[in-house]
């Protein structure tokens, strides 16, 4: 879900990072879809050398994609393959929460840090340039610094924070019904759903096969992998590599940070969080015991529901944990029952899977309806919530009879709802005797949450601009001479710096919202099953 | 037809603009920020890293400057010294030097694994500055330009003897090859536009015929 907004936030965040013909560059492809070299120059009106630029730190920094359309109609010798570049709003939005990924990695293994860190500042990296970005770092020996490097990548690996690159440019054949035509004008469900299909088959075609993705090649030659399950599901049509691209392979292993890990573990982190407040901390317990033993199982950010566990291991799960140590069997039961925890029996043994799309949801319906409160009032927030509920349409004088608010007030409200775009509205004409007019409510969930994350999508472009303009002012400030000085330049400094952070601090909440509409709700384009 | 004119007396419309002060447009104006809650370590130390990454990035060799120096947004008034930040001047000796130094971009690329189109200026040694154009007018012309052409290699095989030791310790420039090149207008090579009826079909692209 890619709305206005949100590409005017990511093109900020650019522009901050790289600067803004980097950020030009971008967003001609974030607003015009997958383009060639030559229509990148000619849309942005840069040079061709500033496109070229433009392109290679967006692309070591996994910004874009670049593919190659098979197309028939080339030359006489065969088909010719024609390299266009896609944006990844994706992953260009997950920039915002890099401090939070060197949070999980420095929590979990807090020798991997700087690793991840050099991953994160560079976009991708071979092994040989982290060993000598960590002896630059360090004064440690050659061969020592060099051993510390791989064990630390290896468990990186092992927890799948870090992925092997994917194929720098996948060739995609072209399908019968074109795929790319995109209709000029109105935005249309049809065009986004045209756009994720082609994001989704890039992807999925320069995706490494597991096996490979989470493996390095060390210098003795030998291949130190992850254990994979049996149960994985491989592409076999991967590996449909000619014998040079699989030498060279051996050669250069470009590793990057798997944001799509990082996601699920912050995915997992809010279910709780909501689960915490929503409930109380023995189901929380509970919950992160079932997400920790079913973590290495799980494929997707979108889960919809976790692997059935049998009681006895999320027992012993929440045995393992600090917080769950006092917890006994009934207890957990009842947490189990409390969460709405589906449970099928196996044989003797009692299975329990948890619906997170459910939580999700949950807490999607929290945030809204909070926005409700603060924006129209306790009377909105009642009406909105009963036509949450319901979910189908209700009559006005339905609506004020259930909710107690006044007859006059009710089409009041309800009117400011719908025209700020919270509530789908309905005109039925019933011409019996006399002609009357009725109006019908509804709460249409896809649409407000479109319309919801791009609220938060514009608020968090504010907040980002307030950001840069407050840290541009005390870089002033410090520059200004002593005379011109009317306040300490150190309490100012102070004070800017206060305000700076409390907005950054902001920021991140208003992030964590914006995950819980974007992230967690959209199925995954970085890691498909195909 | 007394009536006639703009009616510029005193009554007439002539203080249409008297009271109108023009006001000077203020991005964030100051207002009343409610009271900043104290923040925790663990947000503090959030921050901290995203704004040491930011700060990185501005410095690498991934942050592109336009060559003009523009008019900062948030600069209330602009510098005229910033344009010409090369040009070095006896006040500049008391200015600190905030002038970042960066690194070539090509030291942290994996130059395979990058499309072609876009690396293919970083994998020659040094790509020329100009590219050779044809004089298509008549055949004397195109011989004439041959041997200036003749005359200037061995020329610059003359020069590169003598400066072969320096150009060792160069850094790869990536520059911008001539705009002929580039854009869409090679994609089109039966393109018409009724003008050069004069120039054989044979010569349509002598652009990008060989340099000899």
Redesign the interface.
């Known amino acids: 879900m890619v709305t206005q907004y949100g590409i005017k936030l990511v093109v900020h965040l650019l522009t901050n990072q790289f600067g803004n013909i980097v950020a030009k560059v971008c967003e001609s492809l974030l607003r015009r879809g997958p383009l060639t070299l030559q229509l990148i120059v000619r849309f942005t009106e840069l040079t061709p050398q500033q496109v070229k630029s433009s392109l290679l730190i967006l692309i070591q920094h996994n910004c874009v994609q670049a593919f190659s359309l098979e197309q028939q109609d080339g030359l006489q010798d065969g088909p010719k393959a024609n390299t266009q570049y896609l944006a990844l709003f994706n992953n260009i939005l997950h920039r915002m929460r890099f401090s939070k990924f060197l949070k999980i990695v420095s929590g979990e293994f807090g020798e991997c840090k700087e690793l991840l860190k050099g991953l994160l500042q560079h976009g991708r990296l071979t092994l040989k340039q982290m060993v000598e970005r960590e002896r630059e770092k360090s004064s440690k020996k050659d061969g020592n610094c060099e051993d510390i490097v791989q064990e630390n990548i290896l468990k990186l690996l092992s927890a799948r924070y870090v992925e092997r690159c994917p194929i720098h440019e996948p060739v995609l054949a072209t399908p019968v019904k074109d795929d790319t035509a995109k209709r000029r004008g109105a935005k249309s469900s049809k065009r986004n759903e045209e756009s994720e299909t082609i994001e989704q088959r890039v992807l999925g075609a320069a995706a490494p096969m597991d096996a490979q993705r989470f493996s390095i090649i060390t210098n003795t030659g030998s291949n130190v992998s992850r254990e994979t399950s049996v149960g994985e599901k491989r592409k076999y049509d991967a590996l449909e590599l000619d014998r040079e691209s699989a030498a060279e392979e051996e050669e250069i292993v470009l590793l990057r940070a798997n944001f799509e890990e990082f996601m699920c573990r912050l995915r997992h982190k809010a279910c709780i969080e909501n689960v915490r407040t929503r409930l109380d901390d023995g189901a929380s317990i509970v919950l992160r015991a079932m997400l920790e033993a079913v973590r290495s199982l799980e494929k997707r950010v979108k889960t919809e529901k976790s692997v059935p566990l049998s009681l006895n291991t999320i027992f012993e799960e929440v045995m393992n944990s600090e917080e769950g140590r006092g917890m006994t069997l009934d207890r957990v039961r009842a947490s189990l029952v409390q969460l709405g925890c589906s449970s099928s029996a196996r044989g003797s043994d009692e299975s329990y899977s948890i619906d997170l799309k459910k939580i999700v949801e949950l807490a999607q319906n929290d945030e809204v309806e909070s926005i409700v409160l603060k924006r129209f009032g306790r009377n909105a927030y009642k009406m909105f919530r009963l036509l949450s509920k319901t979910g189908c349409l209700v009559e006005t004088e339905k609506i004020s009879d259930v909710t107690f608010v006044e007859k006059k007030e009710a089409p009041k409200m309800l009117f400011k709802l719908w025209s700020d775009g919270y509530l789908h509205m309905e005109k039925i004409t019933v011409a019996a005797g006399r002609q009357s007019q009725f109006l019908l409510w509804k709460v249409n969930k896809p649409s407000l949450q479109e319309h919801v994350l791009d609220e938060m999508f514009h608020a968090a472009l504010n907040l980002s601009q307030r950001v840069a303009y407050e840290r541009e002012k005390d870089k002033e400030l410090i520059n200004l001479p002593a005379d011109k000085q009317v306040m300490s330049l150190e309490k100012r400094h102070e004070q800017r710096k206060n305000v700076a952070l409390v907005l950054e601090s902001s920021l991140r909440e208003l992030d964590d919202a914006v995950m819980l509409f974007h992230d967690f709700e959209e199925p995954s384009l970085l890691k498909l099953d195909l | 037809m007394a009536f006639r004119g703009r009616g510029r007396g005193r009554g007439y419309g002539g203080g249409y603009g008297r009271g109108i002060k023009q006001e000077q447009f203020v ?2 104006p100051d207002i009343e ?1 409610p009271k ?2 104290t ?1 925790t370590e ?6 901290r ?3 040491r ?2 700060n ?3 410095t ?1 060799s ?5 060559s003009a120096s523009k008019e ?1 947004i ?2 209330d008034r602009f510098d005229k010294r910033k344009q010409s930040d090369d040009i070095e001047r006896y006040s500049d000796r008391k200015r600190p030097n905030n002038k970042i130094v960066r690194d070539s ?1 090509s030291q ?3 130059v ?8 293919e ?1 970083l994998k020659g040694q040094r790509p020329r500055k100009k590219k050779a154009r044809w004089n298509l007018d008549s055949e004397l012309n195109k011989l004439d330009v041959l041997e200036k052409l003749e005359q200037m290699a061995e020329g610059g095989e003359e020069d590169k003897k003598g400066d072969g030791d320096e150009d060792e310790n160069e850094e790869e420039v ?4 001539s ?1 002929d090149t ?3 207008y ?2 089109n090579i039966d393109f018409d536009d009724d003008e050069d009826d004069f120039i054989d079909a044979d010569n349509d692209g002598g652009d990008e015929e060989g340099i000899y």
Do not use: C, H, N
């Open positions: 991005l964030f920020l900043i809650p923040l663990e947000q503090r130390s959030l921050g890293e995203q704004r990454l930011e990185f990035w501005k690498s991934y942050f592109l400057e336009e900062s948030f600069s971009l942290y690329l994996v395979s694994r990058f499309p072609q189109e876009l690396v200026d990536i520059e911008a090859e705009s580039d854009g869409e090679t994609q």
